[in-house]
């Protein structure tokens, strides 16, 4: 997913929330600019990354079609043909979870809504590919729950070896 998506998916939400703090505090001048702002962010957004033929954002990931669709960034008449453009990349990925770090949370969003939800389910539970079943099951990550935490071995490096280093002399 190109940088310039996540980074700017993230802009139009900032700029959006600025305009609703804005109304909440009284400033209804800066509310407004602020709203115009995001408007203008959302188009240049579809502009530069919506491929209206394909029904894609982007390169098609899992996460440049999550994010969007999770923001309110597509127009609403073209919202289920996203929606099921990202049906399709899931099912051409195996139900590989692809996302990253950044992604992840937008997809689990995207794909909350219940027809959709099945989706999610069996990405999760694969095992024989990177994701969050399969981390579950490394053997780092099992040693940890049986309290051996390996000392100078950060919590979050999962490829870490169980056993426990050599005690020094």
């Not at 590989?96 to 990405?123: C, N, R, W």
């Not at 399969?134 to 099992?142: E, K, V």
Request: glycine share 6%.
């Amino acid at each position: 997913t190109p940088v310039a998506l996540t980074a700017s998916a993230i802009y139009y939400k900032d700029v959006q929330l600025l305009a609703e703090i804005a109304e909440l505090i009284g400033n209804f001048q800066d509310a407004h600019v602020y709203s115009a702002k995001a408007e203008s962010i959302r188009k240049a957004f579809n502009t530069r990354f919506y491929d209206p033929v394909h029904k894609l954002y982007a390169t098609g990931s899992q996460t440049a079609l999550a994010m969007p669709l999770c923001l309110n960034i597509p127009d609403a008449d073209q919202r289920q043909a996203i929606v099921e453009s990202l049906k399709r990349t899931i099912q051409n990925d195996g139900f590989a979870l692809t996302a990253g770090d950044i992604g992840f949370h937008f997809l689990v969003e995207a794909l909350s809504e219940p027809q959709l939800s099945e989706l999610l389910y069996k990405m999760v539970q694969r095992e024989d590919v990177p994701g969050y079943k399969h981390s579950g099951n490394r053997p780092a990550l099992q040693c940890r729950r049986q309290g051996c935490n390996p000392p100078g071995i950060p919590l979050l490096r999962l490829s870490a070896p169980c056993e426990r280093p050599a005690e020094r002399r």
